[in-house]
Nanobody, 123 residues
Framework: QVQLVESGGGLVQAGGSLRLSCAAS????????MGWFRQAPGKEREFVAA????????YYADSLKGRFTISRDNAKNTVYLQMNSLKPEDTAVYYC????????????????WGQGTQVTVSS
């Protein structure tokens, strides 16, 4: 069992930056590939980024490449999402999630989810 707790969301002006954190409980954090997803009101959950067990491989939604960076610190049981040049369309609840094996862009293989953190970007 893994519990995930996101933090770092908030209100930011367009062009600003935020860093989200996702802290995981348990001693097996390095056994999981980690992903970030987001969901805006009235829209489906959308893949943002994912990172492999050791952190040596990352994968991004094409539309977010260059603005968002995912990283992890296995010693701290934490995965991060650095978000730069934020736009109003980035407004959503952001979720982190964990899965066994390789990274994936679909939300379906992810078995553990955090409660989400709200990111609001004003124009």
């Amino acid at each position: 069992q893994v519990q995930l707790v996101e933090s770092g969301g908030g209100l930011v002006q367009a062009g600003g930056s935020l860093r989200l954190s996702c802290a995981a409980s348990g001693r097996t954090f390095s056994s999981y590939a980690m992903g970030w997803f987001r969901q805006a009101p009235g829209k489906e959950r959308e893949f943002v980024a994912a990172i492999s067990l050791s952190g040596d491989y990352t994968y991004y939604a094409d539309s977010l490449k260059g603005r968002f960076t995912i990283s992890r610190d296995n010693a701290k049981n934490t995965v991060y999402l650095q978000m730069n040049s934020l736009k109003p369309e980035d407004t959503a609840v952001y979720y982190c999630a964990a899965k066994f094996g390789a990274v994936a862009a679909s939300h379906r293989p992810y078995i553990y989810w955090g409660q989400g953190t709200q990111v609001t970007v004003s124009s």
